[in-house]
């Protein structure tokens, strides 16, 4: 069944965000409501229409309440909730947040789609490519769940979805790469100070995604009606030390200070893995599904994010990311 939405704005395909708040969230809706869509963000602020039109409205992801009746004849409901893995260190309260933060709405939104009169027909449910663990394999969305932490926590993001009565989609997102959130900004600063370089060994692959390929995928899962996991990452993969280069390379700062692994674990712990350690995931489905990414190689798209090409009297000028 394609969810392409109607022109007219009175019939349009509603889709419903829970976590629709933070960076991949604001940019999903916008892109939704771009493409037509009636977009509604559970939020646990007040209840209001945001500048791209689609309405905010209250919620309490701990329990089932009256904001369930929004759920009720949804074209789709995309379930973006959970804390920020790069926040606080990994101190065995943090992970508790961090795995509650994701399994506790997930149920709750679980449980309201269930007791529709009139069910959403699809949960699009978010998740990490963490959830195939580390290593240097290329993995697809057939690999089985990892052992270490992340993988602990897109499989409480996942394992809740036995219980739903309705089609899903898991969307397992690499590393988003965006102007205004997700890693890339924390990525450029020691560059700006001619202090950027690999990350401990360098060889840890990184699966990154450009932001519009991440709205781009999801309106390709819901104009599809995909199910099941699917990789929301670039085609193309690359190891730390070639993401350091590229880096450098469009921002024409040197990518040689090495940052060695015993001091991000001195530093941070546990949580030194998000850095130290990657995954070589592949968008096998996305591929065969016939997703087109607009930013398929990195270079490409550290460009697009950090340079803003303007044409004065035939010369070209770009400004640096700052």
Known sequence: MSLTPQTDTANAARVVIAGGSGFLGRHIATALRAASF????????PQTTADDGSRRVNWNPLSVGAWASHLEGAAAVINLCGESIAGPRWTQRRKAVLLESREVPTRTLIDSINRCQRPPA??????????????DAELDETASVGRDFLAELAWAWERP????????ATLRFGVVLGRDGGALPPMVRPFRWFAGGPIASGEQWLSWIHIDDVT????????????GPIHVTSPTPVRNQEFAQALGKVLRRPSCARLPR???ELLLGEQATLICDGQRALPRRLLTAGYRFRHPTLEHALRDLLLTIESTNGNERDNRFQ
Do not use: K
């Open 262 to 264: 015993a001091a991000l």
């Open 161 to 168: 979805l036995t219980e739903l009565t309705i089609p899903s």
């Open 216 to 227: 781009g995928a999801v309106q390709h899962v819901l104009d599809h009606a995909m199910t």
């Open 122 to 135: 699809t949960l699009l449910q978010a998740s990490g490519v963490g959830y195939v663990g580390t290593g």
């Open 38 to 45: 009636d977009v509604t963000v559970l939020t646990r602020g």
